[in-house]
């Protein structure tokens, strides 16, 4: 059973350009959404994070959009570059109760072009 | 911080072979999570330590596996009798363990499991 699934598996754009990956989830008793970034060869890493009482937030270029009615949420990148080339995971998790388990996406393979 | 650190980097090994991963978390960090990753899927929740005490186990740790993370610093993986299922990349994590239930996953770079 799949808890959080990712739209697109894959994306293509041009430098400066802002993609957009989205995440959407079932199980509403999550209430922690981070976004992890991975490297071929390297281990994910955290790039932004958002709790269901907000509907945005922005760190440096990444800013994450909130839906809570409708369980989405999806990751923008401004002015992409082709250093941001990478594979995207969003995840979920339960914060109180849910032990320390998160729940990922199944990833979305970016590449950015000059 | 010098990072999780995984050993080996890379393992191949015949089906029905036991094989062990270790991971050394980043000093003082309490909590040690060992998550499963195969290609073209997000990583898989296995197992999660507390200090040395294992709190948590997903049922996908099937009882062929096993982790130990016996003085509440490094932790091994086991895995014995290995199927080709197995072949996948074996995340570990580590957190301070001191704070928010919300803080933060430093990730090793895993180790690369191949099952002929």
Redesign the interface.
Known sequence: QQQVKQSPQSLIVQKGGIPIINCAYENTAFDYFPWYQQFPGKGPALLIAIRPDVSEKKEGRFTISFNKSAKQFSLHIMDSQPGDSATYFCAAKILTGGGNKLTFGTGTQLKVEL | DTG?SQDPRHKITKRGQNVTFRCDPISEHN?L?W?RQTL??????LT?FQNEAQ??K?RLLSDRFSAERPKGSFSTLEIQRTEQGDSAMY?C?S?RGRG???E??F????TQLSVL
């Open positions: 999780v909590r999570y998550y073209g899927q997000g990583p898989e929740f999660y709190l948590e997903s995340l994590a957190s928010a239930a919300n933060k996953l990730f090793g770079s895993g």
